[in-house]
């Protein structure tokens, strides 16, 4: 976070002391991430009186990040912009905001296609039945396309942002970006710019992220101390440098799912470095640690991480699976969005909560993502390449992810 950040962002809550019971969440199972049954909820207000972030850990195999639900004040009470699991932790802390406040009156699920985000929307819906509900066009679930009503969205209070106009019109400007097809479904994202507080609220299409690790881990750096370590058989041992080496590698794998730096070593290799002294618990998971990293993959951190506060990005796995051939539609949303008055913020629903976000930073970003090569299939881009490449010579993703939505 960076300094200018510090002075607005304040922790509300710590809730190190609620029971596991308010943090539990039983449908997990439909999208069996890490932590599973168990979401901590932080809470920071992020300007004071207007912008909220409600954060859980999300992941796989211990590649956690944080995802947030944003709570906006709204002329007649409060507005939620990207679902989280309602546990009674987080339903506790929104009731708070809710007597000073005003009740919520909005529940916003401004994505089409990040499932993340979506799984919690009906249970969301459910726990506050008098607030209307928004959802991004083109819902689609998978593998089978279900209609709305059946995945728990209520229809009888339930508009479409842009088909059926947008919420408070008056304190709000949206911006859509997309649609694009995707082959099995569409991404599309629709972002909030909130004039009062100067915050342009987005989904995954824009990121900062930073070396400092989120303290979301600080209560359980488990994950960050699991991708320490070089093999299985080291314990989990924590100090700062471990959850700052531990955090870079967890980015690495957010943000490119498999880095260049990275070897999965041979089964036989896995298991012999597994069920060792030390590491035989279910939090070390026995040993069994299937990663090699390489040399350079510090450098290969570095290029995601900010140093002195996030660094604002299109994350890799977006830029190469959602817009390798649809750089113009990214370049003319933040055109868009350079426009907009009195823009000083950013709060999206990954990793660092706030970042600075003034025309200047859009120009240099549009700048960049307009001079530097795009979409490559280069060192730790391989990966993403190849599985874009698949998809293409499959036929599953189109050449021009617009032609489906021309006129
Ligand atoms: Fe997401």
Redesign the pocket.
């Given at each position: 976070m960076t300094p200018e950040n510090q002075a607005i962002s304040g922790q509300v809550s710590a809730n190190k002391t609620v029971s596991w019971l308010d943090q539990e969440w039983p449908w997990w199972p439909l999208l069996p991430l890490y932590p599973y049954g168990q979401r901590r909820t932080l809470v920071r207000e992020l300007i004071p009186n207007q912008i909220w972030s409600f954060e859980q850990l999300q992941g796989l195999y211990y590649v956690a990040v944080p995802?947030r639900l944003t709570v906006v004040k709204v002329p007649g009470g409060l507005m939620l912009f990207?679902p989280l699991p309602p546990t009674p932790e987080l339903r506790r802390a929104l009731a708070d905001l809710e007597a000073t406040h005003g009740n919520v009156v909005t529940i916003v699920l401004p994505?089409a296609s990040?499932l993340?985000?979506k799984l919690s929307l009906p249970a969301m819906a459910r726990a506050f039945p008098q607030a209307e509900v928004w959802v991004c066009p083109g819902q689609w679930s998978f593998p089978i396309s279900l209609p709305s009503s059946w995945l728990g969205i209520p229809a009888r209070r339930t508009k479409v942002l842009q088909e059926d106009g947008f919420p408070h019109p008056d304190s709000c400007t949206w911006l859509p970006l997309g649609p694009l097809d995707l082959g099995l479904g569409r991404f599309e994202e629709v972002a909030c710019f909130h004039r009062a507080s100067g915050a342009v609220l987005v989904?995954?299409a824009l990121v900062g992220i930073e070396a400092e690790p989120p303290a979301l881990f600080d209560l359980d750096p488990t994950p960050l101390l699991f991708h320490a370590r070089d093999r299985g058989d080291q314990p989990l041992e924590d100090s700062p440098q471990a959850r700052r080496r531990g955090w870079a590698r967890v980015v690495l794998f957010a943000t490119y799912l498999k880095p260049g730096p990275l070897v999965i070593p041979p089964l036989l290799e896995v298991l012999r470095n597994a069920f060792r002294p030390g590491t035989l618990s279910p939090k070390a998971h026995f040993g069994l640690f299937p990663f090699a990293w390489q040399p350079g993959w510090e450098a290969a951190a570095q290029e995601r991480l900010g140093k002195n506060g996030p660094l604002l990005q299109i994350a890799p796995v977006l830029e190469r699976l959602v817009f390798p051939r649809a750089k113009d539609v990214l370049l003319e949303w933040l055109d868009e969005m350079r426009r907009l008055k009195g823009m000083r913020w950013l709060v999206s629903?990954?990793f660092s909560d706030i970042v600075a976000f003034k025309p200047h930073h859009v120009r240099d970003l549009s700048e960049s993502i307009s001079r530097r090569p795009w979409a490559i299939n280069q060192a730790s881009w391989s990966f993403l390449g190849s599985v874009d490449q698949r998809l293409l010579n499959l036929g599953v993703v189109p050449k021009d992810p617009q032609a489906a939505f021309k006129d």
């Open positions: 995802v990207n994505t990040g993340e985000h989904t995954d629903a990954h």
